[in-house]
């Protein structure tokens, strides 16, 4: 099966050249990207550039390009961020256990903190049930 062209490769019957200056105007990025500026890299008319991009779809396979990049961006990110999670979640210690003592049987200011960690923790998961 052959392999399926994507909108940035070379399409069918596409000029090397016409190629070459859709992989400039694509490697410009989405905020300095123009057929302008795409000509003054190559040295060739914007009026080339201006048939050459008409001819080949330029903008669409930009902005595909474009949104896979984002895409691809997006997918980085939320795995350094699950990376990030796991690290945090195997340095946190254990939850506490529950409270030895009912709250009501104990006075607040002999809790060591392990034990007024206990009552919150117990109180938190009290709320949390509703």
Known sequence: MPKKTEPWDRQKGES??????FSVYVGLGP???????TG???????TLM??????????????????VG?????????????REMEELLRSCPPPPEEPK???DE??????????LLEH????WKQEARG
């Open 16 to 21: 090397r050249q016409a190629f070459e200056a």
């Open 50 to 67: 201006s048939r050459w991009s008409a001819r080949w779809g330029w903008v669409e396979r930009a902005e595909e390009w474009d949104r």
């Open 120 to 123: 919150l923790h117990a109180l």
């Open 40 to 46: 003054r890299e190559l040295g060739k008319s914007t």
């Open 101 to 103: 003592r009912p709250l």
């Open 31 to 37: 905020i300095d990207r123009s057929l302008a500026a």
């Open 70 to 82: 984002r895409l691809r961006e997006d997918r980085a990110i939320l795995e350094e961020k699950a």
């Open 106 to 115: 104990v006075d607040p200011s002999e809790l060591t903190r392990r034990e």
